[in-house]
């Protein structure tokens, strides 16, 4: 019986909030992270083109084959002799509203990085938080 009593006090005081105006005020703006990959206007596509040159420069410092640059396309040459670095496929965003697209590929049986922890060290490079190729992991995102 107790617990009818009880059950019924608590439809009872939802109901009453049912009742109540709902709440208004100026909407919530839930902050969403940006994909470091995406540029929305031209100068952050052209700042960005300019850390990804930067990184393909870092990335051919540490030991890594250089790239060959075909319009927006940055790459690693299938004739590059075998190394323990993946090899590179960069596309350059267009212009505003565009992305620049990362792909990578081990070539060796083993090499110093893995794809995505090369990706992750490339979005560290586009958001201006550039960590070292030595490190596996970079603290990012």
């Known amino acids: 019986m107790k617990r009818l009593i009880g059950l019924f006090g608590v439809l009872a005081a939802l109901a009453g909030c049912a009742h109540q105006p709902p709440v208004s005020g100026p909407p919530v703006n839930v902050a969403v992270a940006s994909d470091p990959q995406q540029c929305a206007t031209r100068v952050e596509c052209t700042t960005k083109t300019a850390r990804t040159l930067l990184f393909v420069y870092d990335y051919a410092a540490a030991g890594a084959p250089l790239v060959q640059r075909e319009g927006r396309l940055l790459f690693t040459p299938a004739d590059t002799p075998g190394s323990d670095w993946p090899a590179l496929y960069l596309r350059l965003a267009e212009a505003e509203h565009s992305a620049f697209a990362f792909n990578g590929q081990c070539r060796a049986q083993a090499c110093r990085l893995t794809v995505e ?11 201006d938080q550039p960590c070292a190729f030595t490190a ?4 990012f995102e």
């Not at 922890?117 to 958001?127: G, K, P």
């Open 136 to 139: 596996a992991l970079c603290r």
């Open 117 to 127: 922890q090369l990706l992750q060290i490339y979005r560290s490079y586009l958001a």
